[in-house]
C-alpha cells in the first residue's frame, strides 16, 4: 500500500470525527423488541421460551463491544473501539485521542477485528472473509479478483462502518509502525556518530530514507476463512507482542 505517512493519519483523523449518521441495527433491534413482544401476546409459548427470545433480543440491541487501553497522543487511554470509530450523530463535540502508530495498537485492532469478523460474515450470510484486503493511495478497499463474494462484503461494510474503520485503521498504523522501523538504524548510528564526517556518512549510508519517491511497504490484511486476521508487509508477517 503506497500511502505517504501524512494521508494515513489524515485517514486516521477522518475516520474518527466523519459525521456519520446512527447506524441502522437501533432500528431493527427495536422493530425486533416490537415483533417480539407482539408474537409473545398472540402466542402460547412457554415461559422458557420467551426468556431465550428476551436474551436474544437484548443480544441484537446491544452487540459486544471491546474496550481496550490504547497509546494515543493524549497517553493511555481506554477506548472502546465500537464506540470510538462509530461517531455520535452530529459528530463529537471535541476531537477524540488520536492512536498512535504503536505494535500494541495494531495488536488490539486486529484482535478486536478477528473477534468481530465471523459474527459479521454470519450476519450479512457472507460465507467466508476474502484472503486478503488493501487499500489503494487514496484508501480505497481493494480485494482478491477472485473472492466470489467481494460486492457483499463490500456492502456489508457499508452498513458497518465501524468494522470498516477499525481495519482500515489497523493498515494505516501498520504501514507508519512500518516505515518508522526502517529509521531506527539510521537515528542509532547517525547518534552514534563522532564526528561531523561521521555523520554525514551516516546520512548518506540512509540517503534512500530521505527519497521523495521513496515506496512505503504495501500493507495486507489476510483473513483465515473463519475471520482470523493478520497482518503483512511486503508479503512477510509482522508479529506483534502477546496480550
Same mark, same amino acid.
Given at each position: 500500500?503506497?500511502?505517504?505517512?501524512?494521508?494515513?493519519?489524515?485517514?486516521?483523523? !477522518?475516520? +474518527?470525527?466523519?459525521?456519520?449518521?446512527?447506524?441502522?441495527?437501533?432500528?431493527?433491534?427495536?422493530?425486533?423488541?416490537?415483533?417480539?413482544?407482539?408474537?409473545?401476546?398472540?402466542?402460547?409459548?412457554?415461559?422458557?421460551?420467551?426468556?431465550?427470545?428476551?436474551?436474544?433480543?437484548?443480544?441484537?440491541?446491544?452487540?459486544?463491544?471491546?474496550?481496550?487501553? $490504547?497509546?494515543?497522543?493524549?497517553?493511555?487511554?481506554?477506548?472502546?473501539?465500537?464506540?470510538?470509530?462509530?461517531?455520535?450523530?452530529?459528530?463529537?463535540?471535541?476531537?477524540?485521542?488520536?492512536?498512535? *502508530?504503536?505494535?500494541?495498537?495494531?495488536?488490539?485492532?486486529?484482535?478486536?477485528?478477528?473477534?468481530?469478523?465471523?459474527?459479521?460474515?454470519?450476519?450479512?450470510?457472507? *460465507?467466508?472473509? *476474502?484472503?486478503?484486503?488493501?487499500?489503494?493511495?487514496?484508501?480505497?478497499?481493494?480485494?482478491?479478483?477472485?473472492?466470489?463474494?467481494?460486492?457483499?462484503?463490500?456492502?456489508?461494510?457499508?452498513?458497518?462502518?465501524?468494522?470498516?474503520? !477499525?481495519?482500515?485503521?489497523?493498515?494505516?498504523?501498520?504501514?507508519?509502525?512500518?516505515?518508522?522501523?526502517? !529509521? +531506527?538504524?539510521?537515528?542509532?548510528?547517525?547518534?552514534?556518530?563522532?564526528?561531523?564526517?561521521?555523520?554525514?556518512?551516516?546520512?548518506?549510508?540512509?540517503?534512500?530514507? $530521505?527519497?521523495?519517491?521513496?515506496? !512505503?511497504?504495501?500493507?495486507?490484511?489476510?483473513?483465515?476463512?473463519?475471520?482470523?486476521?493478520?497482518?503483512?508487509?511486503?508479503?512477510?508477517?509482522?508479529?506483534?507482542?502477546?496480550?
Amino acid at each position: 500500500m503506497f500511502i505517504q505517512p501524512a494521508s494515513l493519519w489524515s485517514a486516521a483523523v !477522518s475516520a +474518527i470525527s466523519s459525521r456519520t449518521a446512527a447506524p441502522r441495527t437501533e432500528s431493527a433491534a427495536a422493530a425486533s423488541i416490537a415483533a417480539s413482544a407482539n408474537l409473545a401476546d398472540r402466542s402460547s409459548i412457554s415461559q422458557s421460551a420467551r426468556d431465550l427470545l428476551a436474551a436474544e433480543t437484548t443480544a441484537a440491541a446491544s452487540p459486544v463491544s471491546s474496550s481496550v487501553v $490504547f497509546d494515543t497522543n493524549q497517553g493511555a487511554v481506554t477506548l472502546d473501539i465500537d464506540a470510538y470509530f462509530q461517531p455520535p450523530a452530529g459528530g463529537f463535540t471535541e476531537l477524540p485521542p488520536l492512536m498512535m *502508530p504503536s505494535a500494541s495498537n495494531i495488536k488490539a485492532l486486529t484482535d478486536h477485528v478477528s473477534a468481530r469478523m465471523p459474527d459479521f460474515l454470519a450476519r450479512n450470510g457472507i *460465507p467466508e472473509a *476474502p484472503a486478503s484486503v488493501s487499500y489503494d493511495r487514496y484508501g480505497e478497499l481493494q480485494l482478491p479478483a477472485d473472492y466470489p463474494y467481494a460486492q457483499e462484503f463490500k456492502a456489508a461494510l457499508a452498513d458497518d462502518p465501524a468494522l470498516a474503520r !477499525s481495519m482500515q485503521t489497523a493498515a494505516a498504523l501498520s504501514s507508519v509502525h512500518v516505515e518508522m522501523q526502517k !529509521s +531506527i538504524p539510521f537515528h542509532e548510528e547517525y547518534s552514534a556518530a563522532s564526528s561531523a564526517a561521521d555523520a554525514a556518512k551516516v546520512v548518506a549510508k540512509y540517503a534512500w530514507l $530521505f527519497a521523495d519517491n521513496r515506496p !512505503s511497504a504495501s500493507i495486507t490484511l489476510n483473513f483465515s476463512a473463519d475471520g482470523k486476521l493478520t497482518v503483512s508487509a511486503d508479503g512477510e508477517a509482522i508479529s506483534w507482542p502477546a496480550a
